[in-house]
């Protein structure tokens, strides 16, 4: 894995935003949105923080999916964790609301 900046890795990933109905947001996102990124299961609290960049005018609905680029804040227990084909979790605090696949490491 190559990281951009000391603190940083960015990655192409697919997100898939849960509906509303399977426990997501009510609303969508747009712009820069900077949820917790959770790659160590449901039960655990060690989280990172990402920013998941849209172009201008796009926004992204509860139950739809988007191709973006995120980059997360880096940290020691993130080593050998990201990688194309990776599945994460995506939280707003403890409750998820959408699920990530890494396509490429940038």
């Known amino acids: 894995m190559t990281k951009n900046e000391p603190d940083m890795v960015t990655v192409r990933a697919v997100v898939r935003f849960l509906s509303t109905a399977e426990g997501g947001r009510k609303g969508p996102i747009f712009g820069s949105y900077r949820p917790n990124h959770n790659f160590f299961g449901p039960d655990d609290r060690q ?11 796009v926004e992204v609905h509860p139950g739809h999916s988007v191709e973006a680029s995120i980059t997360l804040w880096w940290w020691p227990a993130l080593e050998g964790q990201i990688y194309p084909g990776r599945e994460w979790r995506i939280q707003e605090g ?7 696949k890494v396509l490429e490491v940038l």
């Open 94 to 100: 403890s409750r998820l609301v959408a699920v990530g």
């Open 47 to 57: 989280m990172t923080v990402g920013f998941i960049e849209l172009p201008d005018g």
